[in-house]
């Protein structure tokens, strides 16, 4: 099964999930032994699947640490923290995340656009 550490230890992923409000990104950063990597990945893949049939489901990417990095970060958008807490609540996804390996880590954080425009210039 995968660990869970917070993202931000001053608010957490159940404290976030309480909130009404859409749309929304988790960045999901994992961590996990070199000789897991290929698992991760597969189990990711799997929770994937489940995850682009729930409602509110948007979009999703796992990106992956250059330069022999044994760290990851998923990215998906949904449409509210509704959507995404009745998935990441639902029994099948939960047990889903058993398959994970040991040495993973995950850091789960919701996250909203800011409507501030930024424009870099060289």
Same mark, same amino acid.
């Given at each position: 099964?995968?660990?869970?550490?917070?993202?931000?230890?001053?608010?957490?992923?159940?404290? +976030?999930?309480?909130?009404?409000? $859409?749309?929304?990104?988790?960045?999901?950063?994992?961590? &996990?032994?070199? *000789?897991? !990597?290929?698992?991760?990945?597969?189990?990711?893949?799997?929770?994937?699947?489940?995850?682009?049939?729930?409602?509110?489901?948007?979009?999703? +990417?796992?990106?992956?640490?250059? $330069?022999?990095?044994?760290?990851?970060?998923?990215?998906? &958008?949904?449409? *509210?923290? !509704?959507?995404?807490?009745?998935?990441?609540?639902?029994?099948?996804?939960q047990h889903r995340i058993s398959s994970y390996p040991a040495s993973a880590v995950a850091r789960p954080?919701?996250?909203?656009?800011?409507?501030?425009?930024?424009?870099?210039?060289?």
């Amino acid at each position: 099964m995968t660990n869970f550490a917070e993202l931000d230890p001053l608010v957490g992923l159940a404290k +976030q999930m309480e909130a009404n409000e $859409g749309p929304i990104v988790l960045i999901n950063h994992f961590t &996990v032994d070199a *000789d897991d !990597e290929e698992a991760l990945v597969a189990a990711w893949s799997h929770d994937a699947d489940f995850m682009k049939q729930q409602p509110g489901y948007i979009s999703t +990417q796992l990106h992956r640490g250059i $330069g022999g990095s044994s760290s990851f970060v998923n990215y998906a &958008v949904w449409q *509210d923290v !509704e959507s995404f807490r009745n998935a990441f609540m639902h029994p099948e996804f939960q047990h889903r995340i058993s398959s994970y390996p040991a040495s993973a880590v995950a850091r789960p954080h919701l996250f909203r656009k800011l409507a501030v425009a930024n424009h870099c210039t060289a």
